[in-house]
């Protein structure tokens, strides 16, 4: 009874908690009281080869410190290639709230000593240049990781908080993604240099708020949609400012990728960045991401000439919200930009009821998910039909933007979901005030802290090969290295 209420006053006090390193404290007591301190030492799990783990980390051990250079890049070019064992499944971080096995996180750690100990040394026979070629190779096998952020309207303030959480940690993704208000977020993420990130998240730069007007009802009609998006581009080009894909490239090293819609059948949905669009100004790949059907109307892209006036891009063709389409685009981040990770921030009104069960355990919990699931199989399935009836309809594109959005993969391998509540549906088109804007920032963070362990373990390797080719290639942009 007594171990019992102690638990429960931690997760009281941890879900008050101001910071990270409160919140871990208490985790660390939560996880001493439950027991899962000594799972963490046991190095023993179905869900890993821990035996390949523990040679291979001594292995590189000894190799590191006898400078056996040849055999330490055959170990870890196989270790890394076969997946290191499978440390990084599921089930190995849904136990301890501080971690997973203290062996996959030693293992990990004498990984990137091997990694940095082969970039920073000077060995025979391993001119830079062909170091550089090995570590570029390497990285590619190796794939890394993307910040994925959903569309939401205000709800995607939330998105704030994760990046936040995760950029004070070093763990925020070079590659990042976003749809609609997640567009505008990692668009105002991937423009800014380290100091003007900071900046922001203390509050030394405040953002502007003031991006929904609703029009009067004669201008509603006109317009065919709710809201003026004059005032969104204006809120978007405070926040973000005018530079192209290629421009915030070169400035930051931080790649953005913003998806929008086509508004005619028969063209696909585009993924911009500075690869696919360098041109195209930010500001209107933001406000197009964000033109909802109905509530903004759509909107076209700019681009930047040679001369640096801004000029229409495809100027024939408009474009609405990137959610309708591909609010997660992981094929186009795979090919791109060699992505094979995703973590995944969820604020999107229509998802969020149903993806908070498939994080839960027990019955309760599992049913609802099944139930949710075959719902959408049955949604799915009567569009299908109704798609194939209407062919030369006119509800034929109706439908297909339903089925689009219905039949969507909504997560990745690691989710943070805005927490669901009925009351906060009352906010989603409206400006936020200072307090409410604070409290989804607030709920951004602490939904990123129980992840941050698992992100690190799982992210290392490649920020480990980011660090490495930015020493040994520093002509290319990079993101600025900041001591944690």
């Known amino acids: 009874m007594l171990k019992r209420f102690r638990l429960k006053k931690l997760t009281e006090a941890m879900a008050h908690a101001e910071s990270h390193a409160e919140w871990e404290g208490i985790a660390r007591e939560i996880d001493r009281e439950t027991g899962m301190d000594a799972w963490r030492r046991d190095d023993e799990s179905p869900f890993y080869n821990y ?23 055959d170990l870890l070019h196989d270790s890394l290639r076969r997946n290191m064992g499978d440390v990084g499944h599921p089930s190995l971080y849904d136990k301890a709230l501080t971690g997973t096995k203290i062996l996959i996180e030693d293992y990990l750690k004498e ?22 070629r090995l570590f570029t190779q390497a990285a590619h096998n190796f794939g890394r990781s993307a910040l994925m952020l959903s569309g939401g309207a205000t709800f995607g303030i939330f998105h704030l908080g994760v990046v936040r959480a995760l950029w004070e940690q070093n763990l925020l993704p070079k590659v990042m993604s976003g749809s609609s208000m997640g567009a505008i977020v990692a668009a105002g993420t991937c423009v800014r240099t380290e100091k003007e990130i900071e900046d922001v998240h203390f509050r030394r730069r405040i953002l502007n708020r003031d991006a929904l007007h609703w029009l009067s009802p004669s201008a509603a009609w006109r317009e065919k949609s709710l809201m003026d998006q004059k005032q969104l581009l204006k ?14 490239y070169e400035r930051t090293g ?35 991401s964000s033109a909802v059907p109905g509530v903004f109307p759509p909107a076209k892209l700019m681009a930047k000439d ?31 930009h060699n992505v094979n990770h995703y973590i995944v921030s969820q604020t999107n009104p229509h998802v969020i009821p149903f993806l908070g069960y498939r994080r839960k355990r ?18 799915l399935q009567v569009l299908d039909v109704a798609r194939q009836r209407v062919q030369q ?14 039949g969507q993969q909504y997560s990745g391998d690691i989710n943070i979901q805005l927490p669901f509540s009925p009351w ?20 951004g963070e602490k939904a990123t802290w129980p992840q941050i362990v698992r992100i690190r373990n799982q992210t290392r390797i490649s920020r480990c090969f980011e660090a490495c080719l930015a020493k040994l290639s520093p002509d290319t942009p990079h993101v600025e290295a900041r001591p944690l």
């Open 51 to 73: 035996r390949l783990v523990r040679r291979d980390m001594e292995q590189m051990l000894e190799y590191r410190q006898t400078a056996n250079v040849y055999r330490l890049l």
């Open 111 to 132: 990984a990137e000593r091997g990694l940095y100990f082969l970039c920073e040394n000077d060995f025979p026979h391993l001119p830079p240049d062909k170091k550089l």
């Open 235 to 248: 809120n978007i080009q405070m926040n973000v400012g005018d530079l192209t894909f290629a421009e915030a």
């Open 254 to 288: 931080r790649i953005l990728n913003i998806s929008v819609s086509p508004t005619r059948m028969g063209i696909k949905p585009r993924l911009l960045n500075y690869i696919t669009a360098p041109n195209v100004t930010i500001a209107s790949a933001a406000c197009a």
């Open 306 to 336: 040679r001369s640096g006036q801004i000029v229409p891009y495809m100027a024939n063709e408009k474009w609405v919200d990137g959610t309708l389409r591909e609010d997660i685009p992981t094929m186009r981040l795979s090919r791109l």
């Open 362 to 379: 027990g019955v309760v919990p599992f049913a609802l998910d099944l139930a949710a699931s075959m719902v959408q199989g049955q949604v």
């Open 393 to 406: 309809n006119p509800w034929r594109p109706i439908l297909d933007q339903m089925y689009a959005v219905a």
């Open 424 to 443: 906060m549906y009352r906010l989603v088109l409206k400006n936020p005030s200072e307090e409410e804007f604070e409290a989804f920032v607030r709920m």
